[in-house]
């Protein structure tokens, strides 16, 4: 069964985002926006007859937009994650989100897949989200009723469900730069090398003071994949590493503080006990090289 085509009257394709907030407001849910399609797409195609109402962003230059600040990049939600990837200023400075960037699927498929779509598709495997919750991003959405920038760790509420209002559009993801020393770190573990959905991934920040007696941990800052229902920080594990020293950082420790932050199930890619222990590996490797 394939989906229909929605008729020119229900193909909304605003050139303002104004216009798009307005249109958001008068119809809410019985509009979905459409960026890049990609997840879209494979939905309509499984099985529903018809488009529905559409909204969509694709002449929204303002939506688009890659603007290097001082402190911070701020990605429009429609910038691809080709350009993200190629981005030179988020090569350089974010290179966790670089290479994210560049493991959402194939290259055809990076073309169009937007960053906000990749977030408000809100898949707990998504690749992108990891890395922003490690980098501490935050993201502004915006209405008819106005605009409001919260962090990104506690965006996704529940599986598939975010802090989004109905007649909210994400308009940004602001990813600040981490400080110039520390030790950035992101794995994702798949079937194959590319084009897989993970098992886990991992992106860490990890920020360190030296002394003569070694790194001591100032700052540790991680974002997960496929392992709870959202894409997950672990708050526990970041608290349980302030202020250790490196080299004294064990094993047990780290996987204790990951049994409270960590929600792994077993489903068709992985088992629950697997992700566990990938997900402790992957830090205590993101810890050895941060030494
Ligand atoms: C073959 C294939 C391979 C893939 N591989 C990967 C992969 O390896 N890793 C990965 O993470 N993903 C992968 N994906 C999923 C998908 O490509 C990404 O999630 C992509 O980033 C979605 O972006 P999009 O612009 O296409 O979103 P769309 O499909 O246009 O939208 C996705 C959702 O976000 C909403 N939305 C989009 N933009 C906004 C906005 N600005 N404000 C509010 N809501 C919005 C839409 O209403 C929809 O609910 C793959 C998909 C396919 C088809």
Not at 96 to 118: E, K, W, Y
Not at 167 to 193: C, M, N, Q, W
Not at 214 to 241: D, N
Not at 269 to 286: D, E, F, G, K, P
Request: charged share 20%; hydrophobic share 50%.
């Amino acid at each position: 069964m394939s989906a229909g085509a929605a008729s020119a009257a229900d193909w909304h394709r605003p050139s303002s985002l104004a216009e798009a907030l307005a249109i958001r407001s008068r119809a809410g849910s019985a509009v979905v926006a459409i960026a890049g399609c990609t997840d879209l797409m494979v939905g309509w195609n499984a099985g529903a007859r018809r488009l529905p109402p559409v909204l969509d962003l694709s002449a929204l230059d303002e939506l688009a937009a890659i603007e290097v600040g001082p402190d911070a990049v701020t990605i429009g939600a429609a910038a691809s994650c080709a350009r993200i990837a190629t981005h030179p200023v988020i090569a350089a400075r974010l290179g966790m989100l670089a290479a994210s960037a560049r493991q959402t699927g194939s290259v055809a498929i990076q073309n169009r897949a937007t960053l906000g779509g990749n977030i408000m598709n809100a898949s707990p495997a998504a690749d992108n989200p990891p890395v922003l919750l490690a980098y501490g991003a935050r993201v502004t959405l915006a209405s008819v009723r106005g605009s409001r920038t919260v962090a990104y760790e506690g965006f996704h509420t529940g599986y598939k469900r975010t802090l989004a209002e109905v007649d909210e559009l994400l308009v940004s993801v602001t990813v600040p730069f981490p400080a110039s020393d520390a030790s950035i770190h992101y794995r994702k573990v798949g079937t194959r090398r590319s084009q897989a959905i993970s098992k886990v991934a991992m992106a860490a920040v990890i920020a360190t003071t030296v002394d003569g007696a070694g790194r001591q941990v100032r700052a540790a800052r991680f974002g997960f994949a496929s392992v709870g229902p959202v894409p997950l920080s672990a708050p526990t594990l970041s608290a349980a590493l302030m202020g250790e020293r490196l080299v004294a950082v064990d094993r047990d420790r780290v996987e204790h503080a990951l049994a409270t932050d960590l929600s792994p199930v077993d489903d068709i890619r992985s088992t629950a006990a697997y992700r566990r222990q990938v997900a402790v590996n992957l830090v205590m490797q993101a810890i050895a090289e941060a030494g």
